[in-house]
């Protein structure tokens, strides 16, 4: 195709994505796409969310207009004149303008992603031509660099960091971080391992050498759940990497009662793990609900850090559990990991299924950090009286409620996140007793740490997703 051609079928793209039919379009159609912009209310809403992210300059008001298209220029002259696919910073650059453009993210999305497969060459941005892909806007905010070394004060311990693994709450402080109170810049990195640097001399249970893992939340010791054993719940907890600096440094200082002792046999990726994915497992299970070992559980979404948690202490206490997955060979896996059952949910109707697999009883529990996509699903794979339990959302969260079906059938919603210290320790003795190893996918080195969040964004793991920081 010739580039005039190509110019042509994107100005043809935009306009039907738009909806800017019966516009004036002249001759030199770059230019007057431009002059057509800038008269259009849309499409400077747009420059103005563009100018909001940084990709276009500071807007001239004094007409009222934005004349500046630095950031569509930008666009436009990648998509029109680059056949590679097009590198990460500016197919998120292309998102951006496409996540900017309307309130109804999923329907422009889609269009986005007709209009863009419509280009000869340009299909790399819409590989994967769904809402959640075109709407991430991120750029390369996050960088491995040197930071001031922390200052241990009284009651803390420096630990010398050597693993931490990646949460999807990494994905998010990288995104955008909104709602939780935090100060640019900040150390990412929620779980991880490490030795012991320095100790208070009085220290009694902890030593320079040992090696530890970290439990995430710092908390007030003070408020009313503090004091009554649920320090998960206080009300004014600081975890590490979202409201302060995490664990993704060489060194990090954290309160003593933070750290724990490593069973003998793990590594420190292993031990990395089980402060979040495996910790708020076990929570979920044993602590929310109560699962019993003759019970049968459903767990959502097999490879993900925490569903494949759920799947290990669910088997551990010698439940019943079966998995679901879009992807057979992520089933295959946990099957040989211990699954009784898989369902593949690109191919078979989970609910169908889960009825087949129970004898048209149903399942006690439901693991669940899916969200929206599965949670009808869910809902309708229960037993009456039956638990679900919600540590994520995913793919969405405000699913329909169904509340007939909730006091018809006597279900339960719990909700639960991470776990208190307590629960860390019991889960640490689980793992000393050799009843529970994690999974590690990948161990990847602190450099790598955006193909480490491009894993996981694309969710292509099974398991977790460590990154080893150099001794
Ligand atoms: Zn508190």
Known sequence: MTMDARKQRVLQAIVALYGLEGEPVGSSVLA???????????????????????????????AGRVPSAKGYRYYLDHLLTDDQPLDRVTRARVDAVFASLDHEPEKLAQGAAKALASISGCTAAVSTPCAEDLCIAHYEVVQVGERPMPQRKQGEVLVRMRAATLNRVDLYMRDSGAGIRHQLPLIMGVDGAGVIEEVDAQEQLLK????????????????????????????????????????????????????FPIPEGLSFEEAAALGVNYLTAWRVLFTKAQLKPWETVLVFGI?????????????????????????????DRALELGADAGICSSTEDVQKRVMELTGGRGVDIVFENVGEAVWSTALKSLIRGGRIVTCGATTGDQPGADLRRLFIRQLQVIGSTLGNPGELQDLL??????????????????????????LLERNQQFGKLAIAIAD
């Open 429 to 454: 003795a689980w793992c000393a007793q050799g009843k529970v190893r994690p999974i590690i996918d990948r161990v990847l080195p602190l450099d790598a740490i955006h193909e480490g969040l491009d």
């Open 32 to 62: 007057n796409y431009f002059d057509m912009a800038v008269s259009s209310a849309t499409l400077r809403n747009e420059m103005a969310a563009l100018t909001k992210l940084g990709l276009l300059e500071q807007p001239h008001t004094s």
């Open 303 to 331: 490879g993900g850090g925490v569903s494949l948690a759920g799947m290990q202490l669910a088997k551990a206490a010698g439940a019943r559990v079966i998995v679901t997955s879009r992807e057979q060979h992520k089933i």
């Open 208 to 259: 320079p050498g040992q090696r530890v893992v970290l439990y995430s939340g710092v908390t007030c010791g003070r408020c009313e759940f503090c004091q009554h054993g649920e320090p998960v719940l206080c009300t004014s907890m600081q975890t590490l990497g979202e409201h302060c600096d995490g664990t993704l440094a060489e060194y990090i200082s954290v309160p003593a009662g933070n750290v």
